[in-house]
């Protein structure tokens, strides 16, 4: 079993950063690959970033890549996205995801998910 705690969403003007954060329970994190995903409301949850569970790969979606950054540190049991040069679409809720060892694109594959956390991107 892992819990999943997201913070740092929030209110920003396009062209701004946040940072999100996830951190999971557990002693076994670095079992997990990791992932995230966004729902805006009346659209389909969106893969974001996933990264592998050492951190050595990882893998965006075409509409964040160059933009955000996904990391994780395994001895604080937490996992990162980093979001610049923010766009009003990218206003959603956030969710971090957790899966057993083998990294996915797709949401239906992973198990464990956190609460998810509001960013909003004023234009």
């Known amino acids: 079993q892992v819990q999943l705690v997201e913070s740092g969403g929030g209110l920003v003007q396009a062209g701004g950063s946040l940072r999100l954060s996830c951190a999971a329970s557990?002693?076994?994190?670095?079992?997990?690959?990791m992932g995230w995903f966004r729902q805006a409301p009346g659209k389909e949850r969106e893969f974001i970033a996933a990264?592998?569970?050492?951190?050595?790969?990882?893998y965006y979606s075409d509409s964040v890549k160059g933009r955000f950054t996904i990391s994780r540190d395994n001895d604080k049991n937490t996992v990162y996205l980093q979001m610049n040069n923010l766009k009003p679409e990218d206003t959603a809720v956030y969710y971090c995801?957790?899966?057993?060892?083998?990294?996915?694109?797709?949401?239906?594959?992973?198990?464990?998910w956190g609460q998810g956390t509001q960013v909003t991107v004023s234009s």
């Open positions: 995801a957790a899966r057993p060892l083998v990294v996915s694109t797709a949401w239906r594959d992973y198990n464990y």
């Open positions: 557990g002693r076994t994190f670095s079992s997990y690959a």
């Open positions: 990264i592998s569970r050492g951190g050595g790969n990882t």
